[in-house]
């Protein structure tokens, strides 16, 4: 069974604190659900606990928080392992299953080394890499942007992979590859955890878009690209949404497709 996924970021809390028992109590009353919390990196031990009461025994899967996160950079290396590390506890506490994480900035070999070292580093058998678009929204070069690059990483630091397909047909756009012949060569690497919202297919920008508010081929990618026991992060949305319909509303969209 497919399982779908809300995304919530642990600052959230902080400003809209009833929030997260909504969801959870959404969760909690379908059977193919779970929940994403993406570990901000100044979150205290004692909020991801006082999360974890208002969640209850619901699933959660951890991402680590991307800002100021650069594995692919030596000079970033202490930094990233204080982020790591509230992504670490976080997991511990919520006995997540997996902790998706970014690679970073820059293109070449180099770059690929340093994060497959630095995820060794982190010696965390529950890491995913996450797939990045080519760029970043300033122009900046990434990599793990195709799957050659993510499948490096993986063999050399024993990493998981997380399937992001906004990030796949933007880097695929951004590199004039044929977006089928890239999505099928992120699939073959056996995702653990797949990301998925709407977007503009002939555009290379990542857009968050609620499901039906883009033209990706939702469906396909469904059927064609995730594993029957999937775990689908829905990422819909742009900055923080304090009410649930949307959310609702895009867990149906895919329940419906999934259904037919």
């Not at 290379?204 to 469906?219: T, V």
């Amino acid at each position: 069974m497919r399982r779908l996924g809300f995304k919530f970021f642990s600052s959230n809390n902080r400003v809209a604190p009833n929030l997260i028992g909504e969801m959870a109590a959404i969760i909690a009353s379908e059977n193919d659900m779970f929940l994403e919390i993406t570990a901000v990196s100044d979150t205290s031990e004692e909020e991801f606990k006082q999360i974890k009461k208002q969640t209850g025994n619901i699933e959660v899967r951890i991402h680590a928080s991307i800002v100021g996160f650069d594995t692919g950079n030596r000079e970033a290396e202490t930094q990233n392992k204080k982020i790591f590390a509230t992504a670490q506890k976080a997991a511990d506490i919520f006995k997540a299953a997996t902790i998706v994480v970014h690679s970073g900035y820059g293109h070449g070999q180099k770059y690929l080394e340093e994060t497959a070292r630095q995820f060794r580093m982190f010696h965390d058998e529950r890491i995913v890499a996450e797939n990045l678009p080519y760029y970043d929204n300033n122009g900046d070069h990434l990599h793990g942007a195709t799957a050659e690059e993510i499948a490096y990483i993986m063999h050399e630091s024993g990493c998981g992979f997380c399937f992001d397909f906004s990030h796949a047909i933007c880097a695929a756009l951004s590199l004039n590859m044929d977006i089928e012949t890239q999505l099928k060569s992120f699939y073959a690497l056996k995702p653990m955890v797949y990301h998925m919202c709407d977007g503009n297919i002939n555009l290379a920008k990542d857009m968050h878009l609620h499901f039906g508010a883009g033209n990706f081929p939702l469906p396909h990618f469904l059927q064609d690209y995730t594993a029957k026991d999937a775990y689908i992060t829905m990422e819909t949305g742009n900055g923080l949404e304090r009410f649930n319909d949307l959310r609702i509303k895009d867990y149906q969209y895919l329940k419906s497709i999934l259904q037919s």
